[in-house]
């Protein structure tokens, strides 16, 4: 009869508890591409389950930041932005919400300066943020600024921000290349391993890598004529 009335308010204890627990559950992280992509429903889906989650609980700069990344994901670029900048007047020097502004601000030309105000504060407080330096050696190669690029993808090299495997993908793609050649790339994952290999090691600096989609910007394809005529 005991071991019957102890089970009753087991019962009873968790059938209280549970909802309460099930309310202070955060949703999950909304994961990077690099990491994991998701279709646009799950983002659309995130979105609203931190906008949820914040109303009941409250703003917090991480809360905002997965907010503005499902936003950003599900290609809702001013809600994003709006995250973004509230998680960084919330909370000013937490890297992530730093590097995620500046990331969305690089999209606009007109405000690359912002942008890298906000990544000077980034590397002030997380000297060595992944997507701080990835969004920094963007900029510097959206505005021509090559010599620039290339000390922040050294900096890359040197602390291991860019994995062995995407390291090892670059060196196949260069070692083989004639000397002089051009090595024409389109995204991220091939443009900037070979760029941080270049610089972190000194090897095959003879091939000159050109983004694609960046040649529609004015600087970079100025400054990527440039080292043509230099080498």
């Not at 030309?109 to 969004?135: F, K, N, S, W």
Request: glycine content about 4%.
């Amino acid at each position: 009869m005991i071991h019957y009335a102890r089970s009753i308010v087991v019962i009873c204890l968790i059938i209280i508890l549970y909802p309460a627990t099930m309310a202070l559950a955060q949703p999950q992280s909304v994961p990077k591409l690099t990491e994991r992509q998701l279709d646009k429903a799950s983002y659309v889906t995130l979105a609203k389950e931190w906008k949820t989650y914040i109303e009941k609980h409250g703003e917090s700069a991480e809360a905002l930041f997965n907010l503005g990344m499902a936003y950003y994901y599900s290609g809702e670029k001013e809600a994003a932005r709006v995250a973004g900048e509230r998680a960084v007047e919330i909370d000013p020097d937490n890297p992530k919400a730093l590097a995620f502004l500046a990331k969305i601000l690089a999209k606009s030309q007109g405000e690359m300066d912002d942008a890298l105000e906000l990544l000077t504060r980034c590397r002030e407080v997380a000297p060595y943020h992944e997507d701080g330096m990835i969004t920094l050696a963007a900029i510097y190669l959206m505005r021509g600024e090559l010599k620039k690029s290339e000390e922040v993808f050294k900096t890359m090299f040197d602390q291991r921000i860019i994995s062995r495997p995407l390291q090892d993908h670059a060196y196949n793609m260069l070692v083989a290349l004639p000397h002089g050649a051009v090595l024409i790339t389109n995204g991220d994952n091939d443009t900037f391993p070979p760029l941080a290999l270049q610089a972190g090691m000194n090897f095959r600096n003879d091939v000159i890598v050109i983004n694609r989609p960046l040649l529609g910007l004015k600087e970079f394809a100025e400054a990527i004529l440039l080292k043509f005529r230099r080498n």
